[in-house]
C-alpha cells in the first residue's frame, strides 16, 4: 500500500512539474520573440495567458507543502508564491499602464528561466530518481543572476504601480459602510514593498551560508590535494635523483611536471565532485 501511494505521489509531482515547465517555457518563447520582432512594450500582452496559468499554478505548492508531498517548509514558499501572485495579479493585472514598461521584460524572463530550471530539476527528480549534475548546478548557481534582477524587477514594477493605485482607488474600501471596516490599497502596496527588504534578507542569508558552506569544503579538499600532490613531487624527484642522477634543473622541472599533472588530475576530480558538495550541503542546510 506504501509503495503505491508513493508511486501515486511521484507520477502527481512528475505531471505537476512537466506541465507547469511547458507553461513556462512558452512565456519564455513568447517573451524573446517579442522582444524582438516588437518591443518590450508588448511583451505583456503576448505572454499574458500563459503568465497568468503558470504563475497560479504554483499555489498548489502550499497544498502540496501542507499535505507532505513535499519537503519545502512553508515559511519558504508562502512568501515567495504570494509576492509573485501579487505582482501577477495585483499589480500587472490590475493596472495595465504599468503592462509597457521594460521591467516586465526583465521581471518575465527572469522568472522563465529560473522556472524553467527549477521544475525541469525537480521533474526529472520525481520521474526519474536523479537530476544531472549540470542541471543541479543551474538549480542553485543561477540565482545570483536572476535573483537580483527578478526581484529588481518586482520592487521597481510596484513603486511604477503606486502612482496609478492611489489615482484609480482600485480595492480601496472607503468608509463610512456597512461593514465598518476602510482599506486602502496604496498603502498595502507601500506595506509590500517594506516587505521585501527582510525577505530580500533571509533569502540571500540561506544561500550565502549554504554556498559558503560548500566553499569551506572545496577549500579543504583543495588543501588536502595540494598536500598529496606536494608529497607525491617529494617522493618522485627523490627517486629520480637516486636512480639517474639528474642535473639540478632536470630535476626541479621534473619536479614541477609532476606537481602540474598531480594538480590537473585533483581540479579535474574536485569539478567532478563539486556538484556532490553542494547537494550535500542543500541537504544539510534545508
Known sequence: MAGALS???????????????????????????????????????AVERPLLLAQSAAVLEILHGLVGLVRSPISATLPQIGSRLYLTWGILWSFPETQSHILVSSLVISWSITEIIRYSFFGMKEALGFAPSWLLWLRYSTFILLYPTGITSEVGLIYIALQYIQKSEKYSIRMPNKWNFSFDYFYAAII????????MHSFIGIFYHTYLFCLSLFIFQ????????????????????????????????QRFNVFLMVMIISVIWLCVRWNFILEKAIDLCF
Open 7 to 45: 508511486a501515486l505521489r511521484r507520477l502527481y509531482l512528475s505531471l505537476y512539474n512537466w506541465t507547469v515547465f511547458f507553461g513556462w517555457l512558452q512565456v519564455l518563447y513568447l517573451a524573446l520573440k517579442t522582444l524582438n520582432e516588437s518591443g518590450h512594450q508588448h511583451v505583456y500582452k
Open 192 to 199: 509590500a514593498l517594506g516587505i521585501y527588504v527582510p525577505g
Open 222 to 253: 583543495l588543501l588536502y590535494l595540494l598536500q598529496a600532490a606536494l608529497t607525491c613531487t617529494g617522493i618522485c624527484s627523490v627517486r629520480g635523483r637516486k636512480l639517474f642522477q639528474k642535473p639540478k634543473w632536470r630535476r626541479w622541472r
